[in-house]
């Protein structure tokens, strides 16, 4: 997470949207870099809301904008196998070495996902609070070019971004079946993806 006091914007850190790479660009000049634990630097809206927005409204602004940037979701959920394939996780329960996208896809269907399949849900990240408390500004990840316009003229800066936190090479690729079925048990993330304009 980001927080910018001149420009009034905090930077929310989705997992697996390249947010990694914005904060290895902007971290320097941001006010606040939340950097660990990861709890606090992937807080999601109900984390930032608790603990973060009483802070920063006392000490900054009470009208800080709030952006964040979301995956289409079966392309966060390739991201999420092919990191977890990545050396190191040999034999731990969160390694989907062995284990075909569409099994990854199907546990992560489950109610209960074993620990493989266990990486959240960008729409429960970005869920508003009760209080109103939400993100002002979604964007999508496959459109680096609308954040870094918008990053770039709200911080007046030019930014250059590097490749980071990168997943193994893998094709990531759904059966018609599990396509199919992951919309429809994932309705939400879906519907959240396609509202941004």
């Not at 870094?148 to 800066?157: I, Q």
């Not at 250059?160 to 690729?173: H, T």
Request: charged share 30%.
């Amino acid at each position: 997470m980001l927080v910018f006091s001149k420009a009034r914007l905090v930077i929310l850190s989705v997992p697996k949207t390249g947010t990694t790479a914005i904060e290895s660009a902007l971290g320097a000049r941001a006010d606040i870099w939340v950097q660990n634990p990861p709890e606090l630097k992937h807080a999601p809206v109900f984390r930032y809301n608790r603990f973060f927005r009483p802070m920063l409204e006392k000490f900054v602004a009470p009208d800080l904008e709030v952006i964040a940037v979301m995956r289409e979701p079966v392309s966060w959920l390739g991201s999420w196998w092919r990191y977890r394939q990545r050396p190191g996780l040999e034999g731990h329960p969160n390694s989907t070495q062995g284990i075909a996208f569409d099994d990854f896809v199907d546990a992560y269907c489950r109610g209960e996902r074993p620990a493989f399949a266990d990486v959240g849900s960008q729409a429960k990240f970005l869920e508003p609070s009760n209080n109103g408390t939400r993100v002002t500004r979604l964007f999508r990840y496959e459109d680096q070019p609308a954040l870094l316009r918008f990053l770039e003229h709200r911080l007046e800066t030019e930014i250059r971004l590097s490749r980071e936190n990168v997943s193994p090479d893998l094709e990531a690729r759904l059966s018609d079946r599990m396509a199919e079925k992951v919309r429809r048990k994932c309705a939400a993330e879906f519907e959240l993806y396609e509202a941004i304009p």
